[in-house]
C-alpha cells in the first residue's frame, strides 16, 4: 500500500517536472524549423485607440506546444517575414478561450505595460503560451517596434518569464521593413500557470510515469523470484514463497489468515 503510494506521488511529481520541461524542450523546434502560417483574425474593437482605425490584428501562431498571439493595432506587422513554414500538429487548451473575448484579450494583455514607452500604435504586443499535449504556461510580450534602439534591437519588455526576453538582438531588415518575429528566434520559458492546462499535462505525464514504474516493479518482482528472494525486499528466501517474508512481511497476513 505504502508502495502504491510512493508511486503515485512519484509519478505525479515527474508529471509536473515533464509538463514544464517538454513545452520548453519544444521551443527549440520552432527556432530551427519556422512556423506554421498564422491564422489571421481582424477583430473591431471600441474606438479608444484611433479614429480612423478601430480595429486590432491579430496574428495567432501555433505549432507543436506553442501557441503565440500578436495583437497590433496597425496593419505594420506583416507576414512577409515568414521563414520555411512546416505543418505540425498544436498543442490546444483544455477550455479554450471563445472568439468573442478577442476584444477584452486585446485590453488586457496592454495592461502593465507603460503607455509612453509602448504607445498602443508603435507595439506589438504578444501572448506566447507553451505546453503539451494542452497549453500550460503564458507570458506577455510588449514590444515597440517602430523606435529601433541604439544597438538595432528593439525596445521590449515581458512579463511571466524566467527568462526575459527583454532588448535581445533582433534581426532588422531595412530593405524588406521586416523583422525576425521574437518567438522564433529566442527562447522563452514562460512560467504563469494555465491550470487546466497544467492539471491535465501534470495527469498526463503522470499517467505515463506510473505505467514505466509499474513495468519497471514487475520486472524486479519477476527477477527477485526468479533468485529465490522476497519480491518486495530482496530478502533471501531460497525459494519458500509459500511461508511470506519474514523480513518485511510479504504474505505474512495471508499466511496468518489460512492457519488461524
Ligand atoms: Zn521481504
Redesign the pocket.
Known sequence: MMHQMQRILMALLLGLIASWAIPNLLLEIPRRVGTSPPIRLQTIVDNEINANRGFVNVFDYRWLGIAEEQFTATRRFSTKNQRKTMELWWAWEVFPKPRQTLDQAWIQVRLGFDPTEFAVEESQYSIIKVGFPALSFRGVVAINAKAPLANSTLDSQAAGFFVPPINQPMTLNKFAGTQSMPATTHIYAPHDPIWSGLIFNTVFYALIFWVLLSIKRAYRHARRMRQGR??????E?EFVFVDG?S????RKDRVSTKSS
Request: with cysteine.
Open positions: 522476497c519480491p518486495m525486499c530482496s530478502y528466501l517474508c523480513e518485511c512481511g510479504w
